[in-house]
């Protein structure tokens, strides 16, 4: 009974009982033995999420879990599903990241959505390719994107985005289209000719603004010394009369802007960069208007908040990770763009064996980025926002961006704490202050010693020349008494180090 499978289900899973190890089973069989399997998957699944809240957030791994994780050998024959599943219960599922507990506050990583968890499953029994055709899935994406262009705003021709493995892909495909945009507009094509020889294209962002960007921009052969980082003013937004000048002065030296990339909430503190002015210098010089929402797009449902979104419905391209704060499960990002022919100048590539007669005008989604097989994205991404619906997506960023207003009143009353900068979506920077200390080691020093203590989960970064702490919330569940919570867990951990 130890042979596998031609469909890798064996004949010693439940349910199929006195079937011959030599025999394929029926289709009828298979069904039987997965839906055993399945309804124990879903129970382990349920009891995860259940349980999360009264789990420490985090623990490391210990040594010997790690040698069972990391040094297994690909076993022989197949094992069975039961098999499987029992290990899975035992080795994996006891050491998350952590960010689906109410106390995680790492990052930017969001707590799964229970709606896009359940249909998971769903996506891998399909197991299509959204590359593009006449199926489920490219007809649910092209809607799913109209969603969230929807829901923040932006502008949506028919074809004007598609999801992505995150906001890092979602930001090649903006950059690229931008890149060739300026090209072809300048009467080359960069596909066809490459960089060289050419006057250098130069990019412009702030410090705050995420390392994807500068990413992209080495990966797209731009150089990261044709990188320009605008200065900040005191709130971490982009100052638009430096870029104006910078512009100015790199055309003077003979060099080529052709984008310049603001955030709508950075990963250190929230910002959301003006984004109005951004676009009038932006018209200004025939630049594109990049805006990177990958976190904080979602920001603009929040009332009080949406005043510093004004003018992201004037970008060219917007990117903004549905695996962020809407909870769909890992991955899911979305390029969204004003113009959906300039991504597809700069990636369709439609060779005979993938032409596709009945494609209609808008063609494949693979024609607007470089992935070519791509997965069902979409599935998860729509049973998240229908369960939550507009007004759950709104309530959802309306309490994650007030617990990180009370963080910041509380902080600002603590004499030990003192908040970085002001809190416009739901992340707060601040540091621990106490006298006598070495205040940038104490910082540096203070998430990994919060971390291990399991009770909450922080990380830090350097914001003004400064080591901080900083708390971005996504969890629906996050309490006020959690805050309570983190700010003790900091001055515990920090009385020990
Ligand atoms: C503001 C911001 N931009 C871009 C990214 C990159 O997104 P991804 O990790 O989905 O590629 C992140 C990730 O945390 C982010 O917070």
């Given at each position: 009974m130890?042979?596998p499978r031609?469909?890798g289900v064996?004949?010693?899973e439940?349910?199929?009982?006195?079937?011959?190890?030599d025999?394929?089973?029926t289709s009828?069989?298979r069904?039987?033995?997965l839906r055993t399997?399945g309804?124990r998957?879903?129970?382990l699944?349920?009891?995860?999420l259940d349980g999360l809240a009264?789990?420490?957030?985090?623990?490391?791994?210990?040594?010997?879990e790690?040698?069972w994780?990391?040094?297994?050998?690909?076993?022989e024959t197949?094992?069975?599903?039961?098999?499987?599943?029992?290990?899975a219960r035992e080795?994996?599922l006891?050491y998350p990241m952590?960010?689906?507990h109410?106390?995680?506050?790492g990052w930017?990583n969001s707590?799964?959505n229970p709606?896009?968890v359940?249909?998971?499953?769903?996506?891998?029994?399909?197991?299509p390719?959204?590359?593009g055709?006449?199926?489920a899935?490219p007809h649910?994406?092209r809607?799913?994107?109209?969603?969230?262009?929807?829901?923040v705003?932006f502008?949506?021709?028919?074809g004007?985005g598609?999801?992505?493995?995150?906001?890092?892909m979602?930001?090649?495909?903006?950059l690229?289209?931008?890149?060739q945009?300026?090209?072809l507009?300048?009467g080359w094509d960069?596909r066809r000719?490459g960089?060289?020889?050419?006057?250098?294209?130069?990019l412009y962002v702030?410090e705050?603004g995420?390392?994807?960007l500068r990413?992209a921009a080495e990966l797209?052969?731009?150089?990261?010394r044709?990188?320009?980082?605008?200065?900040v003013?005191?709130?971490y937004r982009?100052?638009?009369?430096a870029?104006?000048?910078?512009?100015a002065?790199?055309?003077d030296?003979?060099?080529r802007p052709?984008?310049?990339a603001a955030?709508?909430g950075?990963?250190n503190?929230?910002?959301v960069?003006?984004?109005?002015?951004i676009?009038d210098?932006?018209?200004?010089y025939g630049?594109?208007?990049h805006?990177?929402?990958?976190y904080?797009?979602?920001?603009v449902?929040?009332?009080?908040?949406a005043p510093?979104?004004?003018?992201l419905?004037?970008a060219d391209?917007?990117a903004?990770d549905?695996?962020k704060w809407l909870?769909?499960p890992?991955?899911?990002?979305c390029?969204?763009l004003?113009?959906?022919?300039a991504?597809?100048?700069?990636?369709?590539?439609?060779?005979?064996y993938l032409v596709d007669?009945?494609?209609g005008e808008?063609?494949?989604f693979?024609?607007?980025?470089?992935e070519?097989?791509?997965p069902?994205r979409?599935?998860?991404?729509w049973?998240?926002?229908?369960?939550l619906g507009?007004?759950?997506?709104?309530?959802?960023?309306e309490?994650?961006?007030?617990?990180?207003?009370?963080?910041a009143a509380?902080?600002?009353q603590?004499p030990d704490?003192?908040?970085?900068?002001?809190?416009?979506?739901?992340i707060a920077a601040?540091?621990h202050t106490?006298?006598?200390?070495?205040?940038?080691?104490?910082?540096r020093?203070?998430p990994?010693?919060?971390?291990?203590?399991?009770?909450?989960f922080?990380?830090?970064t350097r914001?003004?020349?400064?080591d901080?702490?900083?708390?971005c919330?996504?969890?629906?569940?996050?309490t006020?008494?959690?805050l309570?919570?983190l700010l003790e867990?900091?001055r515990?951990?920090a009385?020990v180090?």
């Open positions: 130890d042979e031609t469909s064996r004949a010693d439940p349910g199929t009982a006195g079937v011959r190890a025999e394929p089973p009828g069989m069904a039987e033995v399997a309804m998957a879903a129970g699944v349920a009891g995860h009264s789990r420490p957030v985090w623990r490391p791994v210990p040594d010997d790690l040698a994780i990391a040094g297994q050998e690909l076993p197949g094992r069975p599903l039961g098999a499987l599943l029992e290990d080795h994996i006891p952590g960010n689906g109410p106390r995680f506050f930017v707590p799964p709606a896009g359940l249909v998971e499953p769903l996506a891998a029994a399909l197991n390719s959204c590359a055709g006449d199926h899935g649910l994406e809607t799913v994107v109209r969603w969230l262009a929807e829901l705003g502008p949506h021709p028919p004007g598609l999801l992505t493995s995150g906001a890092s979602a930001t090649v495909i903006c690229s289209a931008a890149r945009r300026a090209a507009a300048d960069v000719d960089l060289s020889g050419r006057a250098p294209m130069v702030t705050e995420h390392s994807c990413k797209l052969g731009l150089g990261a044709n990188v320009r980082k605008v200065p003013d005191g709130a982009m100052d638009p009369a870029l104006r000048r910078m512009i002065e790199d055309l030296a003979g060099l052709f984008c310049v955030s709508a950075t990963v503190s929230g910002a960069d003006p984004l109005g002015e676009a210098v932006a018209a200004a630049i594109w208007f805006v990177d929402g990958a904080g797009a979602l920001g449902l929040a009332d009080d908040a510093h979104y004004r003018g419905d004037r391209s917007l903004l549905p695996h909870g769909v890992v991955g899911c990002g390029a969204l004003r113009d959906p022919g991504a597809r100048a700069a990636f369709s590539l439609v060779p005979s007669e009945n494609a808008l063609g494949w693979a024609e607007y980025g470089p070519q097989t791509r069902f979409a599935l998860k991404t049973a998240t926002m229908s369960h507009r007004a759950g997506i709104k309530r959802l960023v309490h994650t961006s007030g617990l990180a207003r009370t963080l509380m902080v600002e603590a704490f003192e908040l970085l900068a002001p809190v416009t979506t739901s601040f540091r106490p006298r006598d200390r070495d205040l940038d080691a104490l910082n020093a203070l990994y010693a919060v971390q291990v203590r399991g009770n909450a922080i990380t830090g914001l003004g020349g400064r901080a702490l900083r708390a919330f996504l969890h629906p569940d996050t006020e008494a959690d309570e919570v867990e900091i515990l951990a009385k180090l």
